[in-house]
């Protein structure tokens, strides 16, 4: 769910009185009407500074459909940053692809970093799927063939003659899928997730084979596992949730208990396409011109202390570290967000900015999060890498109160959502100086805020648990902070460089963050540099002698 959707959300939730809103709810099934859909509409002109009849709002109905009208007027002309900028060009269209079909700029960054390194994992996507209930293989890997048949980025590989990539599309057939009975094993369970594991670190061949491995695990009578392991290169979280969805209705299509879904329109070689002729003249000008602006010319990622120097070459080698916010704190949060206008994802990034500038000493606070880059209704069901990187920058005042920051960067993460659409390697190119380039330039701390996932429904099966947690030993980043709702609470999950850092610096930045937003939202109008935790080298920098300058 990106920035929109999720201030969307946030005013259904006020609107309607209800709690949990995901990207397919509807709003006339939980209650909306005309006279809250012209709220609603009044609610987007005054928060988000763009004007949607209330009546497209009602007729869109899904929080998806609504997040997609917005952002379409957030682009038109008048609403962006650019006076005079020429009208956006028109959608991906289906079958509008040369006969070697190029690459998307995230498929290209992603086919890049597989060629300097063929035998990372560090692009793999693995999943599973608990199925408990009585399984019918049968249908279940007819399910798998259809699903693949319909997505063609699943069977995709890619030549590169004279290094120069481009698609190559196999028609469908069958999808191998071995099966392994672990349950005579001493403790299946146990040795059920090694072999997800050993699935999790296969070796993908972008050039020889498809972006998909999948294979079933048998745990006990009526409980099994589907182990799917995609490559980045042909999904993102976004995806994954239509893939699981769709693979769920294709089971109960093929055990006859519900209809196929229909056949999706467009295909993603389709939008590689169209981003490549769009990101071109004027349209490339504007976003390159607004970023500029944001960053300035070659902007430096924020320095934080680390336990170790930094080697010459980086080894992406990684572990994490766990935290649980509690309900008392959580429910203090949202009703912060409630009172500010900020949603939750805001005031966790506020709260993470603050102690990224008590920790580092640093004023200046960039740190990268990901944006789901649907910024069209064509491409809300597209299976594909469309997932972005967007630096979200805030400058902090020693006076700044954490209420003027999370207002601060509720501004910077709109902005930076209205502007998603320049690949973030393009930004790079265009921004960043060739001599001081490294493999993270502009940030090396991420962040990310996830909502509470629906599981997908398998007709004839008791319940469909995803698992999406794979090999904890790798780190794109030095630090990644993952926020995600399970309920009335917030686990954290932070991953670290274990080259940088050692297991109790990250463990205390976790405690620290914690005792931020206690203090920060029982003060909301204390200063910054008040707050004990927020204070340069509060979270152990005994433990962080170094400096990466």
């Known amino acids: ?67 997609a009208l917005v952002r379409a007027a957030m682009e038109a002309p008048g609403n962006g940053p650019s006076p005079g900028a020429e009208p956006a060009v028109t959608g991906p269209r289906p079958g509008s692809r040369d006969e070697r079909p190029v690459l998307s700029f995230g498929q290209q960054r992603l086919w890049f970093m597989q060629q300097l390194d063929p035998g990372t994992t560090l692009y793999n996507v693995p999943t599973v799927l608990h199925l408990n209930g009585p399984l019918d293989r049968t249908a279940l890997g007819a399910a798998l063939d259809a699903l693949v048949a319909r997505h063609e980025v699943l069977r995709t590989t890619y030549a590169a003659p004279g290094g120069r990539p481009y698609q190559v599309v196999a028609p ?22 090694r072999l997800a594991d050993e699935e999790a670190r296969w070796v993908f061949d972008l050039a020889a084979a498809p972006p998909l491995r999948a294979r079933l695990l048998r745990v006990a009578d009526g409980e099994h596992r589907l182990v799917l392991t995609f490559h980045h290169i042909a999904v993102d979280g976004w995806s994954l949730e239509i893939l699981h969805r769709e693979l769920g209705a294709l089971y109960g299509a093929a055990t006859g208990r519900t209809p196929a879904p229909p056949e999706p329109g467009l295909q993603y070689a389709d939008f590689a396409a169209w981003q490549r002729a769009r990101l071109d003249g004027p349209v490339l000008d504007d976003l390159v011109g607004h970023w500029r602006a944001v960053l300035g010319d070659d902007p430096q990622a924020l320095a934080v202390p680390t336990d170790r120097p930094r080697p010459a070459t980086r080894g992406f080698r990684g572990a994490v570290a766990r935290h649980e916010l509690g309900p008392e704190l959580v429910g203090r949060l949202r009703d912060f967000c409630r009172s500010e206008s900020v949603t939750p994802y805001m005031a966790a990034l506020a709260g993470f900015d603050a102690l990224l500038g008590g920790w580092s000493g640093a004023r200046d606070i960039t740190v990268g999060t990901p944006v789901a880059g649907r910024t069209r209704p064509e491409l809300e069901d597209l299976v594909g890498c469309l ?57 090396r701390i991420m962040f990310s805020f996830l909502r509470e996932r629906e599981n997908p429904r398998f007709p004839g099966l008791d319940s469909c648990v995803v698992d999406l947690t794979g090999p904890e030993d790798t780190a794109k980043y030095d630090l990644s902070l993952y926020v995600e709702e399970r309920g009335d609470r917030l686990a954290l999950t932070l991953e670290y460089d274990t080259d940088l850092f050692a297991p109790d610096t990250p463990a205390a930045l976790l405690a620290a963050y914690e005792r931020t937003l206690h203090e920060a939202i029982a003060s909301p109008d204390r200063p910054l540099a008040d707050l004990q935790t927020v204070r340069p080298g509060a979270p152990g920098t005994e433990r962080s002698p170094h400096r990466d300058l």
């Open 387 to 443: 997932i972005n990187m967007v630096p979200v920058r805030v400058r902090l005042d020693g006076a700044a109160s954490f209420r003027a920051l999370a207002a601060a960067v509720r501004t910077a993460v709109l902005d930076a959502s209205a502007h998603q659409d320049l690949p973030f390697d393009k930004l790079v190119e265009v921004l960043v100086n060739r001599r001081s380039r490294d493999l993270l330039p502009v940030f």
């Open 172 to 193: 469908p057939a069958p999808v191998p899928l071995p099966y392994t009975d672990v349950s005579g094993h001493p403790e299946p369970a146990a040795e059920a997730g």
């Open 1 to 67: 769910m990106g920035f929109v959707e999720e201030e969307i959300a946030r005013y259904w939730s006020e609107l309607l009185g209800v709690t949990t809103v995901a990207p397919r709810s509807r709003f006339a099934r939980l209650g909306g009407a005309a006279d809250t859909a012209a709220r609603l509409s009044d609610r987007v002109d005054e928060e988000l500074g763009v004007r949607v009849p209330a009546e497209d709002l009602l007729g869109a109905d899904t929080l998806e459909a609504m997040g």
